[in-house]
């Protein structure tokens, strides 16, 4: 069975600890990675984060970045950054899982499809990888056509 796709859009304090995170974890794969900050585009993850595994990842361009063929996106961008909303849309209605911390801003997003997960109490500082257990269960559509 092939790995579980990831794609990262946001690396900053909870988007790097995904990463890492990831990074430990087998049986996944991060496929790309986004982020709007300057200093970070074009960068590798190995570069950013001295990841091992995924260290060839090239950061894109924020939100304008393509889609890649993932499974699963982690939407690590800020709960009060508002151009967000069409981009988990977009996420959203293509068919991919969602994990991201900013979906409480616009709660209708959580009823748009099932796949949709939500960590808002998730405290970066104590996040470890029993904190993203829920988006490797079985719950989330996980299933691939090899």
């Known amino acids: ?3 579980i796709r990831i ?3 946001g690396l900053g304090s909870m ?7 990831l990074d430990a974890k087998e049986g996944v794969e991060i496929v790309g990675a986004a982020d709007s900050h300057p200093v970070k585009v074009g960068k ?5 984060f001295d990841l091992k595994r995924f260290s060839d990842v090239v950061v894109m361009d924020g939100v304008s970045a393509p889609l890649p063929e993932a499974d699963v996106a ?10 967000t909303e069409g981009y988990i849309r977009e996420l959203v209605e293509s068919g991919k899982n969602v994990i991201t911390i900013a979906v409480n801003m616009i709660p209708e997003v959580l009823k748009a499809r099932s796949g949709v997960v939500s960590m808002p109490e998730l405290p970066v500082p104590s996040a470890r990888l029993s904190d993203f257990r829920s988006f490797l269960s079985p719950d989330i559509n996980t299933q691939h056509k090899d």
């Open 15 to 21: 988007g790097s600890l995904m990463a890492r995170i």
């Open 44 to 48: 590798t993850l190995g570069e950013l």
């Open 74 to 83: 982690l939407l690590a961008v800020s709960s009060f950054i508002r151009g």
């Open 7 to 9: 794609f990262l859009q």
């Open 1 to 3: 069975m092939r790995p």
